[in-house]
């Protein structure tokens, strides 16, 4: 009995900024805390081949249970441009006063659908891969990141096609060819920028995913995908800032500018005012602002 009454009492925990300073002492930190953003970008780079990897696996599985299998990553956007042509081009006439219509009709489906398919895969890429979230520990915008190169692969496929038709509706081969490349490079900069902010929002409201079909769809009727904008803003009745929304539209800017690389038929006087500092804007705010925005969110994904 007297043992028991000479037991000191138990040591009182140590108040919060003494745990803290225990912890640093030790070297412990809070577990799925969000890196800096210096460290959170090394993260990334250090998982480029896990993103390469993913991107592919997923393209190739894509179509895995269709016999045709890859074949329809080919022949998705070149069947929607036939219904777009017969609908806009025949139907609604939108072919007329339009050089080399095929060729630029077909250019701005394979170009919006890039975009539009990687802000779709961006919506769900949290939301859509919590088992793999929720098992391994990597940074978070490997995934967005990872669908949009998908994407990129799946529309690299798609260029080849787009290349025969030109020539076979004898559009030449030309130099301006290669201004291709810094476009898709600033159109995948923009796509990947708005994944990450859709993937953010798609991970707190998965409802997103279902508005987004309808918000793309419209994004792309005044896009040009289907008519020039061009011919549109020429006309005196538009009001200023429509034509300025119309002009500066991203969607817009980057098929412009596929279609001046391209087709030899669509001349610079043909693209907005000052396209490739607008490219190369959207590109920026939309990259690395998306980054940062999705970014100091990294510790909330997976969980609740």
């Known amino acids: 009995m007297s043992q028991a009454l000479d037991t000191p009492p138990p040591t009182p925990a140590p108040p919060g900024?003494?745990?803290?300073?225990?912890?640093?002492?030790?070297?412990?930190?809070v577990s799925g805390a969000r890196p800096t953003l210096a460290e959170y970008v090394r993260q990334l780079w250090a998982r480029r081949?896990?993103?390469?990897?993913?991107s592919t696996a997923k393209l190739t599985s894509q179509y895995s249970q269709a016999k045709l299998g890859q074949v329809w990553q080919v022949m998705t956007p070149l069947l929607n441009a036939a219904v777009y042509y017969f609908i806009f081009g025949i139907l609604l006439g939108t072919k007329r006063g339009v050089p080399d219509y095929i060729p630029f009709l077909v250019?701005?489906?394979?170009?919006?659908?890039?975009t539009q398919s990687s802000i779709l895969a961006g919506t769900r890429a949290i939301s859509g891969n919590l088992g793999l979230v929720r098992a391994l520990h990597f940074p978070r915008a490997a995934l967005p990141i990872s669908f949009c190169l998908q994407q990129l692969q799946q529309l690299l496929f798609s260029m080849c096609a787009l290349v025969v038709i030109l020539l076979c509706f004898g559009v030449?081969?030309?130099?301006?060819?290669?201004?291709?490349?810094?476009?898709?490079?600033?159109?995948?900069?923009f796509n990947?920028?708005?994944?990450?902010?859709?993937?953010?929002?798609?991970?707190?409201?998965?409802?997103?995913?279902?508005?987004?079909?309808?918000?793309?769809?419209?994004?792309?009727?005044?896009?040009?995908?289907?008519?020039?904008?061009?011919?549109l803003t020429q006309k005196d009745h538009l009001p200023r800032l429509v034509t300025l929304a119309l002009?500066?539209?991203?969607?817009?800017v980057y098929i412009d500018l596929m279609r001046f690389a391209l087709i030899d038929s669509f001349h610079a006087s043909q693209l907005p005012p000052h396209v490739w500092p607008a490219a190369t804007?959207?590109?920026?705010?939309?990259g690395v602002g998306g980054f940062i925005y999705f970014w100091k969110s990294e510790e909330t994904y997976g969980r609740g």
């Open 247 to 252: 002009e500066t539209n991203p969607a817009a």
């Open 281 to 286: 804007a959207w590109a920026l705010i939309a």
């Open 49 to 54: 081949h896990f993103i390469g990897a993913f």
């Open 17 to 29: 900024d003494d745990l803290a300073a225990l912890a640093a002492r030790h070297g412990l930190t």
């Open 107 to 114: 250019t701005g489906v394979f170009i919006w659908t890039f």
């Open 192 to 231: 990947a920028g708005v994944a990450m902010v859709m993937a953010r929002m798609g991970a707190k409201t998965p409802d997103i995913a279902q508005l987004m079909p309808f918000v793309l769809r419209t994004w792309m009727y005044v896009s040009g995908v289907m008519w020039s904008i061009d011919k």
């Open 172 to 189: 030449p081969v030309s130099v301006s060819w290669l201004l291709a490349v810094p476009a898709l490079v600033l159109q995948f900069t």
